[in-house]
């Protein structure tokens, strides 16, 4: 009984000194299956050298395309899947280095929401059940405990208490995306990762999704990472943004300072390709008018893995690497023009 | 909208023990009504049910409601049905064949639903193993089942009976080591795609560890398929248990099943076709009614194919 009591806020070694989470060189190269019986098997560089921090209480968005390794990124942090090289931080515990049972312990301070919220649900559990799931799995409380806790999480999320026998076919989108964040919740964790949280939600539910988890990271004293490929859905929403592209971070600032003035050339690319609600404006056809696309993160680009699309090229951008420097205060951009 | 908890210092146990069994008690009961609801959408699954259900008492009380001895000769041999007093005639040796079904259907009931019961257990750990661990479990398991695939399964039912004596133990037994291969292969492939769910991911991230996960996860979503398929086959396997009885591997004379019923008829087959036919027709019949309720069962398995 105390056990739950006791959650989130409290535990830990760290009481609020220092960033909440701290990533470092992560890597992750996938092995693929080589294409001929002797070949070496092709490398794909889903995350090549990531590094970011990320406060207590605040939001930090990813944005990236698509295959820029953003959801790589986040299940790297949770350690679902095992990097290639790196460190992941969180409250002064090293997450890569920890035993089983350690690892255990961490999955209490740090959750995830996926994208889809229909499929990230058992459909043969009752919503009740699934989100009182985490507390089973860490053996917190008694059976009646967790009955209770879920069924307050429901309402903490939004739903009536009554849901607790539903399916997830049973409801829609919106109402399982609660679901998802209640089961995220239960166990009190300080960093709740956001994998594209309301992508696969109608516009509609969008806001009160958004509106939700905005009045949960005030009540719970979370902090989020928000990775989204929606500009404008971060621009509200998160207090700092990182740039990805090809796995690589290119920018990384304050969100109001990239979205007013942002430096690298693929960061212009993107906000300036944010859709207006303005129908005379001018048409957001292509990527801000940047040539080519994305290449192939099996055979990256050497030097900057973005010249080959940028309009600024200089004949050192396919020579060397540039790396993550501080132009302005907590600004920081990987671009030899700065 | 509740207070936060934790916030307060003390949660308050709102409700007790008994709440949530009811609550329990309720998930089951709506679960099981919506299950019976799907089911019933397919009027020939409730129909095959009831008549299943039917074929399974007469074979329980076979002993009681048998007009005659099945091993004894009451009639003329051959007798059509109606001649001697025989409701539906006699056997080429003059046994009544009303009771001979009756008696039979125990025997072809248990070939056919004991080796698949059995060869579904069986294939699920072996299916979960393989699909789950993949790697080089995948390839240990699926390999030595597809030796067994190559087998013809009347000559693995020929090695293991003349290592045992022939009889209905020697039947289940070798219809249970020929279908393992077949229902395995449908766990593991399901396993696997059920492994790639977004809600194992998801149940990972919250703590479960690999137990929880098979046993909770995957289990449950992967099971309907399978059961599906056991329940369609256990009409195949009756076939085939008459199939092995007359090559003199199963049931031994006097006693029968269907399908020895089927294929002692054939010697009496121009004079008294009723033989042959009777039996024929019912194990035509009753494999139907074991794939209709297969298809019932798809629906009824289906959580999204339940409707309020």
């Known amino acids: 009984m105390s056990d739950i009591t006791t959650g989130g806020a409290g535990r830990g070694a760290n009481g609020g000194e220092g960033p909440l989470l701290s990533v ?125 806790r879920a069924r307050e999480f429901l309402e903490v999320v939004g739903l009536s208490s009554d849901y607790y026998d539903r399916l997830p076919h049973e409801f829609s989108g919106g109402q399982n995306q609660r679901v998802a964040i209640a089961r995220a919740l239960i166990l009190r964790p300080k960093l709740l990762i956001l994998d594209e949280p309301v992508s696969a939600l109608d516009v509609s539910i969008r806001a009160q999704i958004l509106r939700l988890l905005i009045d949960l990271q005030g009540r719970f004293q979370l902090t989020y ?114 | 909208m509740t207070d936060a908890p934790g916030l307060h210092g003390q949660s308050m146990r709102q409700r007790s023990a008994a709440d949530l069994r009811r609550e329990n008690l309720h998930i089951m009961w709506r679960t099981l009504t919506l299950a019976w609801h799907a089911y019933a959408k397919d009027k020939a699954a409730v129909g095959a049910l009831i008549f299943m259900i039917i074929v399974v008492l007469i074979a329980i009380f076979a002993p009681y409601i048998s007009p005659h001895d099945p091993t004894e000769a009451v009639g003329t041999r051959g007798g059509l049905p109606g001649t001697d007093g ?51 479990a995948d390839q240990v398991v699926m390999r030595i089942l597809d030796v067994f695939f190559a087998f013809p399964l009347v000559l693995l039912a020929i090695v ?39 809600y194992i991911e998801a149940a990972r991230a919250g703590g479960a560890t690999t137990p929880t996960i ?50 002692d008829g054939r010697a009496v087959l121009k004079r008294a076709p009723h033989a042959t036919a009777f039996p024929g027709f019912v194990i035509v019949i009753v494999s139907l009614a074991f794939s209709f309720i297969g298809d019932g069962l798809r629906d009824a398995l289906d959580p999204r194919a339940r409707v309020r």
Not at chain 1, 107 to 114: H, K, L
Not at chain 1, 312 to 335: D, I, N, Y
Not at chain 2, 215 to 232: K, Q
Not at chain 2, 243 to 257: E, K
């Open chain 1, 24 to 148: 470092e060189g992560l890597v992750k190269h996938f092995k693929l299956d080589p294409k001929g019986l002797f070949d070496a098997p092709p490398i794909l560089r889903a995350v090549d050298g990531v590094d970011f921090d990320v406060m207590r209480g605040e939001t930090l968005g990813l944005v990236g395309e698509s295959g820029c390794g953003k959801s790589t990124t986040a299940r790297l942090v949770l350690r679902l899947i095992e990097p290639t090289a790196g460190s992941v931080t969180l409250d002064d515990v090293d997450v890569l280095a920890c035993s089983k049972k350690e690892l255990l312990a961490l999955r209490r301070e740090m959750q995830i929401v996926f994208q889809d919220p229909l499929s990230s649900l058992n459909p043969r559990m009752s919503v009740g059940n699934q989100i009182a799931e985490p507390l089973r799995f860490h053996g917190i409380g008694d059976k009646v405990d967790r009955f209770d």
């Open chain 1, 225 to 338: 990472v928000f990775i989204s490929h929606d500009l404008s859905v971060v621009k509200r929403f998160c207090n700092r943004t990182a740039v990805l592209y090809l796995g690589r971070i290119v920018e990384i600032a304050e969100s109001e300072s990239l979205y007013r003035e942002p430096l690298h050339p693929y960061s212009q690319a993107l906000i300036s390709a944010i859709p207006e609600a303005n129908p005379d404006g001018p048409r957001a056809d292509s990527l801000g008018g940047l040539e080519g696309d994305v290449p192939s993160p099996i055979s990256p680009p050497t030097g900057c893995p973005f010249h080959t699309r940028c309009p600024h090229r200089m004949p050192e951008c396919s020579e060397r690497t540039p790396v993550l420097k501080e132009v302005k205060p907590g600004h920081q951009v990987a671009c030899f023009l700065h």
């Open chain 2, 86 to 136: 025989l409701l539906l005639g006699g056997d080429m040796d003059g046994r009544d064949m009303l009771s001979r079904l009756f008696w039979g259907g125990r025997v072809s009931l248990l070939i056919g639903v004991v080796p698949t019961v059995a060869a579904t257990f069986i294939a699920v750990v072996l299916g979960l193993f393989a699909g789950y661990i993949g790697g080089w």
């Open chain 2, 160 to 198: 293991i009976a003349g290592i045992l004596d022939p009889g209905v133990a020697t039947l289940i037994l070798s219809i249970t080591v020929a279908l393992v291969p077949y229902i395995a292969r449908l766990v593991r492939t399901t396993t696997v795609s059920v492994k790639q769910e977004p």
């Open chain 2, 214 to 263: 098979l046993t909770r996860y995957i289990l449950p979503n992967m099971l309907a398929p399978v059961i599906v398929y056991s329940t369609t086959l256990i009409g195949l396997m009756m076939v085939v248990g008459s199939g092995l009885s007359f090559l003199g591997l199963g049931i031994q004379p006097p006693d029968a099943d269907w399908g020895t019923m089927v294929s």
